[in-house]
């Protein structure tokens, strides 16, 4: 595993609790699409490594993360802080979380930040023309949606792209309750799953009662 020195180009808050962290790009650091890093966390005389998953793509620049902000967590309390030009060791990359080329069918399934390394895969996905992908993004209220215009232009950019963003305690949203209540189960599709960990394994076991192969299951837990 290889150790990076990166720097804070930008913090931008997308909603209340999730935050965009722009990390320059080292000099002889690539990832695929999916993959995710560890960042050295030093809070007064501990230090910690925490895994994020890479919003970015493999081709953009700046390395963007997508980060939920946990009260009294030890990293979250760090990025509340943090500042321009901060420099962070950084470790990676990590993961074999992949576009699978498998199917041309992609439904991918994800909850609140889980959604980072599937939009880091979107660009492989949708560069086959011979794919359709279906992007599930499960949260509490509208206003936790991360870049949902930014779905909205891939949607109408892309007659093979399909956004369905789930709101479980907004009543007024197009999609009310869970992902779970309203993903398109089908025997020959890809499956991407991203979230914590009771959320991949409920899906999984949706998906598997209703005959969907192991083989077809991709799943990256939070913690």
Not at 137 to 148: N, S
Not at 163 to 192: F, K
């Amino acid at each position: 595993m290889e150790t990076y020195t990166t720097r804070v180009e930008n913090v931008t808050y997308e909603t209340e609790r999730v935050i965009f962290i722009d990390l320059s790009y080292p000099e002889g650091f690539s990832f695929n699409a999916g993959q995710y890093i560890s960042l050295e966390i030093q809070r007064g005389d501990t230090t910690r490594y925490k895994p994020y998953s890479i919003y970015s793509g493999p081709e953009d620049e700046p390395i963007r993360l997508c980060i939920k902000l946990v009260q009294d967590g030890f990293a979250s309390e760090r990025f509340r802080h943090v500042e321009e030009g901060e420099a962070f060791t950084m470790r990676g990359p990590l993961g074999r979380f992949f576009p699978d080329n498998s199917t041309d069918e992609h439904i991918l399934l994800c909850t609140g930040a889980g959604i980072a390394p599937l939009h880091s895969m979107l660009r492989d996905l949708l560069d086959d023309d011979t794919n359709t992908v279906s992007l599930y993004h499960g949260v509490r209220t509208q206003d936790d949606l991360i870049e949902p215009e930014h779905y909205e232009s891939l949607q109408q950019t892309y007659d093979r792209f399909s956004y369905y963003p789930v709101c479980s305690r907004s009543s007024n949203a197009e999609l009310h309750g869970y992902v779970q209540d309203h993903m398109e189960v089908r025997e020959e599709a890809t499956y991407y799953l991203c979230g914590v960990q009771a959320f991949v394994e409920d899906t999984e076991s949706i998906l598997k009662e209703n005959g969907v192969s192991e083989a077809l299951i991709k799943r990256e837990r939070f913690t």
